[in-house]
Protein backbone atom coordinates (compact mmCIF):
# COMPACT_ATOMS: atom_id res chain seq x y z
CA UNK A 1 0.00 0.00 0.00
CA UNK A 2 1.42 3.10 -0.79
CA UNK A 3 0.65 6.68 0.72
CA UNK A 4 0.21 10.25 -0.45
CA UNK A 5 3.52 12.71 -0.12
CA UNK A 6 2.51 14.90 2.90
CA UNK A 7 3.49 18.01 3.53
CA UNK A 8 2.88 21.49 6.79
CA UNK A 9 0.48 19.75 9.61
CA UNK A 10 0.44 16.41 7.71
CA UNK A 11 4.31 15.90 7.66
CA UNK A 12 4.30 16.39 11.77
CA UNK A 13 2.26 13.74 12.37
CA UNK A 14 3.75 11.63 9.93
CA UNK A 15 7.03 12.49 12.47
CA UNK A 16 4.69 11.63 14.51
CA UNK A 17 4.29 8.27 13.72
CA UNK A 18 7.85 8.27 13.26
CA UNK A 19 8.12 8.48 16.48
CA UNK A 20 5.28 5.60 17.58
CA UNK A 21 7.51 3.46 15.80
CA UNK A 22 10.58 4.23 17.66
CA UNK A 23 8.52 3.89 21.09
CA UNK A 24 7.44 0.63 19.96
CA UNK A 25 11.67 -0.69 19.16
CA UNK A 26 11.30 -0.56 15.28
CA UNK A 27 14.22 2.28 15.10
CA UNK A 28 14.65 1.14 11.39
CA UNK A 29 11.60 0.36 10.04
CA UNK A 30 10.28 -0.75 6.13
CA UNK A 31 7.70 1.09 4.62
CA UNK A 32 5.25 -1.84 5.04
CA UNK A 33 6.16 -1.51 8.71
CA UNK A 34 5.64 2.05 8.57
CA UNK A 35 1.79 1.62 6.75
CA UNK A 36 1.20 -1.29 9.67
CA UNK A 37 1.71 0.62 12.31
CA UNK A 38 -0.17 3.72 10.72
CA UNK A 39 -3.15 1.74 10.15
CA UNK A 40 -3.08 0.76 14.04
CA UNK A 41 -2.41 4.24 14.83
CA UNK A 42 -5.55 5.45 12.90
CA UNK A 43 -7.64 2.87 14.60
CA UNK A 44 -6.36 3.71 17.98
CA UNK A 45 -7.41 7.56 17.44
CA UNK A 46 -10.57 6.96 15.90
CA UNK A 47 -11.33 4.35 18.57
CA UNK A 48 -10.95 6.70 21.13
CA UNK A 49 -12.57 9.43 19.44
CA UNK A 50 -15.55 7.25 19.17
CA UNK A 51 -15.47 7.10 23.35
CA UNK A 52 -14.92 10.61 23.49
CA UNK A 53 -18.36 10.99 21.38
CA UNK A 54 -20.27 8.32 22.78
CA UNK A 55 -18.99 10.38 26.28
CA UNK A 56 -20.36 13.22 25.03
CA UNK A 57 -23.58 11.77 23.99
CA UNK A 58 -23.85 10.39 27.65
CA UNK A 59 -23.88 13.40 28.95
CA UNK A 60 -26.13 15.74 26.62
CA UNK A 61 -28.66 12.89 26.93
CA UNK A 62 -28.30 13.00 31.00
CA UNK A 63 -28.93 16.64 31.29
CA UNK A 64 -31.89 16.24 27.97
CA UNK A 65 -33.51 13.61 30.60
CA UNK A 66 -33.12 15.64 33.74
CA UNK A 67 -34.51 18.48 32.60
CA UNK A 68 -37.37 17.36 31.06
CA UNK A 69 -38.20 15.27 34.02
CA UNK A 70 -37.99 17.57 36.60
CA UNK A 71 -40.13 20.02 34.31
CA UNK A 72 -42.80 16.94 33.66
CA UNK A 73 -42.40 16.51 37.86
CA UNK A 74 -42.97 20.11 38.50
CA UNK A 75 -46.35 20.18 36.17
CA UNK A 76 -47.81 16.98 38.11
CA UNK A 77 -47.09 18.84 41.14
CA UNK A 78 -48.78 21.59 40.21
CA UNK A 79 -51.71 19.94 38.63
CA UNK A 80 -52.66 18.27 41.71
CA UNK A 81 -52.88 21.56 43.74
CA UNK A 82 -55.40 22.50 41.27
CA UNK A 83 -57.34 19.98 42.28
CA UNK A 84 -60.69 19.98 44.06
CA UNK A 85 -60.95 19.60 47.53
CA UNK A 86 -63.28 16.93 47.45
CA UNK A 87 -61.55 14.74 45.62
CA UNK A 88 -59.37 11.91 48.00
CA UNK A 89 -55.67 13.57 48.65
CA UNK A 90 -53.96 10.78 47.10
CA UNK A 91 -50.61 12.41 45.77
CA UNK A 92 -50.38 11.36 41.58
CA UNK A 93 -48.04 9.29 40.28
CA UNK A 94 -46.04 9.55 37.58
CA UNK A 95 -44.83 6.71 35.59
CA UNK A 96 -42.08 7.21 32.76
CA UNK A 97 -42.72 5.07 29.82
CA UNK A 98 -39.60 4.57 28.36
CA UNK A 99 -41.12 2.26 25.16
CA UNK A 100 -38.61 2.15 22.52
CA UNK A 101 -36.32 3.70 24.20
CA UNK A 102 -32.61 2.51 25.27
CA UNK A 103 -31.42 1.27 28.66
CA UNK A 104 -29.12 4.22 29.16
CA UNK A 105 -32.09 6.59 29.21
CA UNK A 106 -34.36 4.72 32.04
CA UNK A 107 -30.44 4.25 34.13
CA UNK A 108 -30.33 8.29 33.57
CA UNK A 109 -34.12 8.91 34.73
CA UNK A 110 -33.38 6.89 38.09
CA UNK A 111 -30.38 8.58 38.98
CA UNK A 112 -32.29 11.96 38.80
CA UNK A 113 -34.75 10.06 41.54
CA UNK A 114 -37.21 8.68 39.39
CA UNK A 115 -37.87 4.93 40.38
CA UNK A 116 -41.71 4.28 38.61
CA UNK A 117 -41.14 3.13 34.56
CA UNK A 118 -43.99 1.63 32.38
CA UNK A 119 -43.40 -0.60 28.90
CA UNK A 120 -46.06 -1.38 26.94
CA UNK A 121 -45.11 -4.53 25.35
CA UNK A 122 -43.80 -8.08 27.29
CA UNK A 123 -41.37 -8.40 25.47
CA UNK A 124 -39.95 -5.08 25.38
CA UNK A 125 -40.24 -4.95 29.62
CA UNK A 126 -38.47 -8.71 29.64
CA UNK A 127 -35.16 -7.47 28.39
CA UNK A 128 -35.23 -3.26 29.54
CA UNK A 129 -35.76 -4.87 33.24
CA UNK A 130 -33.31 -7.89 32.97
CA UNK A 131 -30.61 -5.70 31.74
CA UNK A 132 -27.72 -6.12 33.22
CA UNK A 133 -26.76 -2.26 34.02
CA UNK A 134 -30.28 -1.57 34.82
CA UNK A 135 -30.12 -4.68 37.47
CA UNK A 136 -27.03 -3.30 38.99
CA UNK A 137 -27.92 0.42 38.40
CA UNK A 138 -31.65 0.42 39.70
CA UNK A 139 -32.39 -2.04 42.64
CA UNK A 140 -35.15 0.11 43.85
CA UNK A 141 -36.93 0.42 40.33
CA UNK A 142 -40.95 -0.41 40.03
CA UNK A 143 -42.13 -1.71 36.75
CA UNK A 144 -45.56 -1.18 35.49
CA UNK A 145 -46.80 -2.80 32.26
CA UNK A 146 -49.74 -0.73 30.58
CA UNK A 147 -50.09 -2.26 27.44
CA UNK A 148 -52.41 -5.41 26.45
CA UNK A 149 -51.80 -8.48 28.04
CA UNK A 150 -52.36 -11.66 26.06
CA UNK A 151 -52.88 -15.02 28.19
CA UNK A 152 -50.16 -16.64 26.30
CA UNK A 153 -47.85 -13.91 27.94
CA UNK A 154 -48.29 -13.68 31.48
CA UNK A 155 -46.03 -16.26 32.94
CA UNK A 156 -43.16 -14.12 30.63
CA UNK A 157 -44.02 -10.86 32.13
CA UNK A 158 -44.88 -12.22 35.66
CA UNK A 159 -40.68 -13.63 35.67
CA UNK A 160 -39.86 -9.92 35.11
CA UNK A 161 -37.71 -8.70 37.89
CA UNK A 162 -39.03 -5.43 39.66
CA UNK A 163 -42.73 -5.97 38.62
CA UNK A 164 -44.90 -3.37 40.68
CA UNK A 165 -48.16 -3.63 38.85
CA UNK A 166 -49.77 -5.35 35.66
CA UNK A 167 -52.25 -1.94 34.95
CA UNK A 168 -53.97 -3.61 31.80
CA UNK A 169 -56.29 -6.95 33.09
CA UNK A 170 -59.43 -6.19 31.05
CA UNK A 171 -61.09 -9.84 31.53
CA UNK A 172 -62.35 -12.13 34.32
CA UNK A 173 -60.78 -14.91 32.47
CA UNK A 174 -57.31 -12.44 32.75
CA UNK A 175 -57.53 -12.08 35.90
CA UNK A 176 -57.92 -15.44 36.76
CA UNK A 177 -54.85 -16.53 34.78
CA UNK A 178 -52.52 -13.86 35.92
CA UNK A 179 -53.97 -14.83 40.00
CA UNK A 180 -52.57 -18.97 39.03
CA UNK A 181 -49.36 -17.55 37.62
CA UNK A 182 -48.28 -15.20 40.61
CA UNK A 183 -49.23 -18.00 42.94
CA UNK A 184 -47.48 -20.98 40.92
CA UNK A 185 -44.48 -18.31 40.09
CA UNK A 186 -43.67 -16.64 43.34
CA UNK A 187 -44.30 -19.94 45.72
CA UNK A 188 -41.83 -18.91 48.30
CA UNK A 189 -43.27 -15.59 48.16
CA UNK A 190 -46.87 -14.05 50.18
CA UNK A 191 -46.01 -10.77 48.15
CA UNK A 192 -49.29 -10.49 46.63
CA UNK A 193 -49.12 -8.28 42.97
CA UNK A 194 -50.94 -4.45 42.69
CA UNK A 195 -53.01 -4.66 39.35
CA UNK A 196 -55.08 -2.27 38.01
CA UNK A 197 -58.93 -3.12 36.01
CA UNK A 198 -58.57 -1.61 32.56
CA UNK A 199 -61.87 0.02 31.13
CA UNK A 200 -62.89 0.93 27.46
CA UNK A 201 -64.46 4.06 28.03
CA UNK A 202 -64.32 5.65 24.76
CA UNK A 203 -66.04 2.59 23.36
CA UNK A 204 -63.24 2.71 20.80
CA UNK A 205 -62.97 -0.91 19.38
CA UNK A 206 -59.07 0.03 18.90
CA UNK A 207 -59.09 -0.10 22.42
CA UNK A 208 -58.40 -3.12 24.36
CA UNK A 209 -60.56 -2.72 28.18
CA UNK A 210 -63.56 -3.68 29.87
CA UNK A 211 -67.03 -2.56 29.35
CA UNK A 212 -67.96 -0.05 32.06
CA UNK A 213 -70.70 -1.88 32.71
CA UNK A 214 -68.87 -5.12 33.89
CA UNK A 215 -66.25 -3.24 35.96
CA UNK A 216 -68.25 -4.11 39.38
CA UNK A 217 -68.77 -7.55 38.62
CA UNK A 218 -65.15 -7.99 37.26
CA UNK A 219 -63.59 -6.40 40.49
CA UNK A 220 -65.88 -8.49 43.31
CA UNK A 221 -64.25 -11.01 41.58
CA UNK A 222 -61.34 -10.22 41.77
CA UNK A 223 -61.24 -9.46 45.07
CA UNK A 224 -62.96 -12.79 46.37
CA UNK A 225 -61.38 -15.40 43.99
CA UNK A 226 -57.77 -13.64 43.64
CA UNK A 227 -56.15 -14.20 46.82
CA UNK A 228 -52.50 -13.45 45.06
CA UNK A 229 -54.01 -10.09 43.47
CA UNK A 230 -53.98 -6.47 45.12
CA UNK A 231 -56.58 -4.65 43.36
CA UNK A 232 -55.59 -1.04 42.93
CA UNK A 233 -57.40 0.55 40.85
CA UNK A 234 -59.40 1.22 37.53
CA UNK A 235 -57.46 2.07 34.82
CA UNK A 236 -58.48 4.20 31.01
CA UNK A 237 -56.68 5.34 27.92
CA UNK A 238 -59.01 8.68 27.30
CA UNK A 239 -59.94 9.57 22.92
CA UNK A 240 -56.77 11.23 21.41
CA UNK A 241 -57.16 14.47 20.34
CA UNK A 242 -60.07 15.27 22.60
CA UNK A 243 -60.15 19.52 22.82
CA UNK A 244 -60.61 20.67 26.22
CA UNK A 245 -62.23 23.78 24.89
CA UNK A 246 -65.41 21.17 24.92
CA UNK A 247 -65.14 20.62 27.66
CA UNK A 248 -63.97 17.60 30.59
CA UNK A 249 -62.76 14.75 28.86
CA UNK A 250 -65.39 12.13 29.27
CA UNK A 251 -63.48 9.42 28.91
CA UNK A 252 -62.07 10.28 32.63
CA UNK A 253 -65.44 11.44 34.21
CA UNK A 254 -66.71 7.98 32.72
CA UNK A 255 -63.70 5.77 34.94
CA UNK A 256 -64.66 9.18 37.91
CA UNK A 257 -67.96 7.33 37.45
CA UNK A 258 -67.02 3.52 37.52
CA UNK A 259 -64.92 4.10 40.98
CA UNK A 260 -68.02 5.76 42.54
CA UNK A 261 -69.82 2.91 41.52
CA UNK A 262 -67.77 0.10 42.96
CA UNK A 263 -66.95 2.00 45.89
CA UNK A 264 -70.44 2.08 46.98
CA UNK A 265 -71.41 -1.50 45.70
CA UNK A 266 -68.43 -3.29 47.44
CA UNK A 267 -67.99 -0.75 50.47
CA UNK A 268 -64.32 0.51 49.35
CA UNK A 269 -63.05 3.79 50.14
CA UNK A 270 -62.13 6.03 47.47
CA UNK A 271 -58.94 6.89 48.33
CA UNK A 272 -57.99 3.08 48.23
CA UNK A 273 -59.04 2.70 44.42
CA UNK A 274 -56.56 4.71 42.40
CA UNK A 275 -57.01 6.25 38.90
CA UNK A 276 -54.76 5.45 36.17
CA UNK A 277 -55.78 7.74 32.93
CA UNK A 278 -53.68 10.53 31.28
CA UNK A 279 -50.85 10.74 29.03
CA UNK A 280 -48.46 13.04 27.87
CA UNK A 281 -51.04 14.89 26.04
CA UNK A 282 -53.30 15.50 28.32
CA UNK A 283 -51.72 14.04 31.81
CA UNK A 284 -52.60 17.82 33.74
CA UNK A 285 -56.30 17.58 32.81
CA UNK A 286 -56.33 14.19 34.10
CA UNK A 287 -55.04 14.95 37.56
CA UNK A 288 -56.87 17.97 38.16
CA UNK A 289 -60.01 16.05 37.48
CA UNK A 290 -58.47 12.95 39.95
CA UNK A 291 -56.21 11.07 38.17
CA UNK A 292 -53.81 9.16 40.85
CA UNK A 293 -51.59 7.51 38.11
CA UNK A 294 -50.29 8.97 34.65
CA UNK A 295 -48.50 7.50 32.01
CA UNK A 296 -46.20 9.84 30.54
CA UNK A 297 -43.70 8.76 27.84
CA UNK A 298 -42.01 11.05 24.85
CA UNK A 299 -42.25 14.30 27.06
CA UNK A 300 -39.84 13.30 29.60
CA UNK A 301 -37.79 10.48 26.73
CA UNK A 302 -38.56 12.46 23.25
CA UNK A 303 -40.30 11.11 20.43
CA UNK A 304 -40.00 7.53 20.22
CA UNK A 305 -38.01 5.51 17.36
CA UNK A 306 -39.79 2.65 15.68
CA UNK A 307 -37.57 1.08 13.14
CA UNK A 308 -38.35 0.67 9.33
CA UNK A 309 -41.60 3.12 9.80
CA UNK A 310 -41.81 7.21 8.70
CA UNK A 311 -41.51 9.60 10.89
CA UNK A 312 -45.17 10.11 12.52
CA UNK A 313 -46.92 13.59 12.18
CA UNK A 314 -46.95 15.37 15.54
CA UNK A 315 -49.33 14.65 18.11
CA UNK A 316 -52.74 17.08 18.03
CA UNK A 317 -52.39 19.48 20.85
CA UNK A 318 -55.34 20.36 22.99
CA UNK A 319 -56.36 24.41 22.69
CA UNK A 320 -56.36 25.86 25.86
CA UNK A 321 -59.57 26.08 27.10
CA UNK A 322 -61.44 29.10 26.97
CA UNK A 323 -63.00 30.87 30.69
CA UNK A 324 -66.36 29.55 29.42
CA UNK A 325 -65.23 25.87 28.46
CA UNK A 326 -63.13 26.19 32.15
CA UNK A 327 -66.60 26.89 33.94
CA UNK A 328 -68.63 24.12 32.48
CA UNK A 329 -65.74 21.96 32.94
CA UNK A 330 -65.90 22.73 36.84
CA UNK A 331 -69.49 22.17 36.71
CA UNK A 332 -68.91 18.70 34.78
CA UNK A 333 -66.16 17.62 37.02
CA UNK A 334 -67.50 14.96 39.20
CA UNK A 335 -67.44 15.60 42.84
CA UNK A 336 -66.35 12.29 44.75
CA UNK A 337 -68.06 12.38 48.71
Same mark, same amino acid.
Given at each position: ?? +? ?34 ? !? =? *? ?8 ? +? ?19 ? $? $?? =? ?5 ? =? ?36 ? /?? $????? !??? &? ?37 ? $? ?61 ? &? ?10 ? *? ?12 ? +? ?12 ? !? ?19 ? /?? =? ?6 ? /?? !? ?11 ? &? ?19
Amino acid at each position: MS +REPVTGAANGFTNGVDLFLVSCGSHSSTNTQKDFYF !D =R *LITLLLLTHG +RWIEGMWKVGMSEEVGKALQA $V $VD =RVNQAAA =RRPKTLPAVPPRLVAVSKTKPPDMVIEAYRKGHRNFGE /NY $VNELV !DKA &SNPQILESCPEIEWHFIGHLQKNNVNKLLGVPNLFMVET $VDSVKLADKVNSSWLRLRTASTQTLKIMVQINTSGEESKHGLPPGETVTTVKHILSKCSALHF &SGLMTIGRYGYD *LADGPNPDFQALLS +RRQEVCASLQLPLE !DVELSMGMSTDFEHAIEVGST /NV =RVGSTIFG /NR !DYPNTPTPSPERK &SKVPTEEAAKKMERLTVTEQ
